[in-house]
């Protein structure tokens, strides 16, 4: 049995630069994203944990919620180590976290309105590192909107072109009025959002909600919620699970809102960060300027990362087609890795269930033209507590560029031995729409029969020429 943290993709792949802004005390879900986050530490390099506002909390912060949480994981850091390098010291994340100004949106954008948290992310974000900083906006963008207006008023175009390029927004939709200001001022800046306000009924609209909103805000069907309950949290993350895991509160209206902000940057083979468009945990979004809605604050005025839709079978044997799609759709991978690495907090590495390392036997680019034959083949990949292997390939239509119409409702390709490590397809000639090139994206999802269960992923992108 193998004693040491196993080979995985953190090792292969850079650590995610992350700067999260949270409004951590407007109600329960923050203080809960904030404990997947840290489970996740050892993916990320966290340079910042800022405490901030937003329209549900005008008028203070709650940095001493974060020190509460960030503490709890001290407890368990060594623990953590058993499993997986990487996970950061206690004393580091203490000494980034920083808060915002005590009031709310734009009325504190502007001269003499700095604090150590815009302070924080200037500093972050001029740091000589080539890796990009994603910013995950919990609650109101007011923090970012005060650096980016400080870098405007006090650097050349050049270098303030230069900063905004390093930067990567993630908003839980719009939470104070900086978020559409920031995005009409600054209209290079790489941003994902489902735009709009709560009060005009945002949120029920939203990607984001898709992450356990069947009930409350999204009120769609088609996922398992009891994936997502208070009673399977209290289960597999809450009770007798440590310290970390006892700092999950109970859910007040849906779990974690917050979390696919930065689910999408973990490191699981099939996340692309840079690419919102071929989807992942953290949802899928395309790059567009979105109609005026009545939720909306104001007409957008430039094209961001919002809103697309997957077609995708749920466990009520139907085929749903949405926003929230996007994100429902790995919902048993996602909880059980989450419930897995609450485990790593406090077993051994012997006791606890650790993630397949997925390798392919060929390029994750292929080339091919209509009609030939694409072999895939995963014969190589293993598992390090020497558990059992699920495997499926599968066609992700909405992700590439290839363009087909569905013989079955969501099943355009037919993948030969689609569960096993070696599988093929023909690239298809009937039912293919003009032009008949692009890119196709086969996902291979493997999976352990561990308790519980862990996924991983590969992806290969077949560009199909004439």
């Excluded at 809102?257 to 992942?280: M, V």
């Excluded at 609450?342 to 080339?367: F, G, Q």
Aim: with cysteine; glycine share 8%.
């Amino acid at each position: 049995m193998n004693s040491q943290p196993s080979p995985n993709l953190v090792a292969i792949e850079p650590k995610r630069r992350v700067l999260v802004l949270t409004d951590i005390e407007n109600e329960p879900d923050d203080a809960q994203s904030l404990v997947r986050l840290l489970t996740y530490a050892s993916h990320f390099d966290i340079e910042g944990l800022v405490a901030t506002t937003s329209t549900h909390q005008k008028t203070k912060t709650a940095a001493w919620r974060i020190k509460e949480i960030v503490e709890a994981y001290g407890q368990v850091q060594a623990n953590l180590l058993l499993h997986e390098p990487g996970y950061p010291t206690v004393e580091h994340l203490r000494s980034v976290i920083a808060e915002g100004r005590p009031d709310y949106g734009m009325t504190v954008v502007g001269e003499g309105c700095d604090s150590t948290g815009s302070e924080l992310l200037i500093a972050a974000a001029d740091r000589d590192d080539p890796r990009p900083l994603w910013v995950p906006v919990w609650g109101g963008p007011n923090v970012l909107a005060q650096a980016l207006w400080k870098v405007r008023a006090t650097r050349s175009p050049e270098a303030l072109a230069e900063f905004v390029a390093k930067l990567r927004v993630y908003t839980i939709s719009d939470q104070d009025d900086s978020g559409p200001w920031i995005r009409k001022t600054f209209p290079d800046l790489f941003y994902i959002a489902s735009p709009g306000i709560h009060a005009g009924g945002a949120y029920h609209y939203a990607t984001w909600s898709g992450i356990s909103g069947d009930r409350f805000h999204a009120r769609f069907t088609g996922a398992d919620y009891s994936l997502v309950d208070n009673a399977w949290l209290d289960r597999n993350i809450r009770h007798g699970k440590g310290p970390l895991g006892a700092q999950h509160p109970h859910t007040k209206f849906l779990m974690e809102g917050d979390t696919p902000s930065f689910l999408g940057l973990t490191t699981n083979g099939l996340n692309a960060p840079d690419r919102p468009d071929w989807g992942g945990w953290g949802g899928r979004y395309e790059f567009y300027t979105p109609r005026t809605q009545k939720w909306f604050q104001e007409p957008e005025t430039r094209p961001f990362w919002t809103n697309a839709v997957d077609e995708v079978l749920g466990v009520d044997g139907a085929w749903h087609t949405s926003n929230h799609a996007t994100i429902w759709r790995w919902r048993s991978a996602y909880q059980n890795d989450f419930a897995a690495r609450i485990d790593w907090t406090t077993k051994s590495y012997e006791e606890a269930n650790h993630p397949p390392v997925v390798k392919l036997a060929h390029p994750s680019e292929l080339a091919a033209k209509q009609g030939d034959v694409v072999r895939l083949d995963a014969e190589g990949t293993i598992d390090p507590d020497g558990d059992k292997l699920s495997y499926e390939w599968f066609y992700y239509g909405e992700a590439g560029a290839f363009a087909m119409s569905n013989a079955r409702s969501g099943q355009p390709l037919e993948i030969e031995d689609f569960d096993r490590p070696q599988a093929a397809f023909t690239v298809p000639t009937s039912r293919v729409m003009s032009p008949g090139v692009g890119a196709m994206h086969i996902i291979l999802a493997v999976t352990d029969d561990g308790s519980p269960p862990i996924t991983r992923y590969r992806r290969v992108i077949v560009t199909v020429s004439p």
